[in-house]
């Protein structure tokens, strides 16, 4: 049997038959555990949304994110301001968020901020 640090595993299965007269065949299959399920945002997730200046800019939203195999995921959050038009400034935020087997999940709402 192999198993990695995740959880993810093969296992070699061998059946014997044999019959009375002493007879028998061996039979060989593996099974394998996989994580192939992403992790998911525990809330509903931010909407992108236009705003104009006296709306100011809603503050982040902290997110969790649960997984199938580790539970309680670990979220990363990373904030960009995109000021090149003179008339208004992007701010794209994203959260994600990656479990043992590097199963990812992102989210990536834009808010136009009309100055």
Same mark, same amino acid.
């Given at each position: 049997m192999s198993e990695d640090s995740c959880?993810?595993?093969?296992?070699?299965?061998?059946?014997?038959?044999?019959?009375?007269?002493?007879?028998?065949?061996?039979?060989?299959?593996?099974?394998?555990?996989?994580?192939?399920?992403?992790?998911?945002?525990?809330?509903?997730?931010?909407?992108?949304?236009?705003?104009?200046?006296?709306? #100011?800019?809603?503050?982040?939203?902290?997110?969790?994110?649960?997984?199938?195999?580790d539970g309680l995921v670990d979220v990363?959050f990373l904030e960009v301001v995109d000021?090149?038009?003179?008339?208004?400034?992007?701010?794209?935020?994203?959260?994600?968020?990656?479990?043992?087997?590097?199963? #990812?999940?992102?989210?990536?709402?834009?808010?136009?901020?009309?100055?």
């Amino acid at each position: 049997m192999s198993e990695d640090s995740c959880g993810n595993y093969e296992h070699l299965v061998t059946l014997t038959a044999t019959d009375e007269c002493g007879n028998s065949v061996d039979y060989q299959f593996t099974i394998t555990v996989q994580d192939t399920e992403a992790p998911a945002f525990a809330e509903a997730l931010p909407e992108s949304m236009d705003l104009v200046c006296s709306d #100011g800019i809603p503050a982040a939203e902290e997110l969790t994110a649960l997984d199938n195999c580790d539970g309680l995921v670990d979220v990363s959050f990373l904030e960009v301001v995109d000021s090149s038009d003179p008339c208004a400034f992007i701010i794209t935020r994203t959260w994600s968020a990656v479990d043992c087997s590097g199963n #990812g999940v992102r989210a990536c709402p834009d808010f136009e901020h009309r100055r």
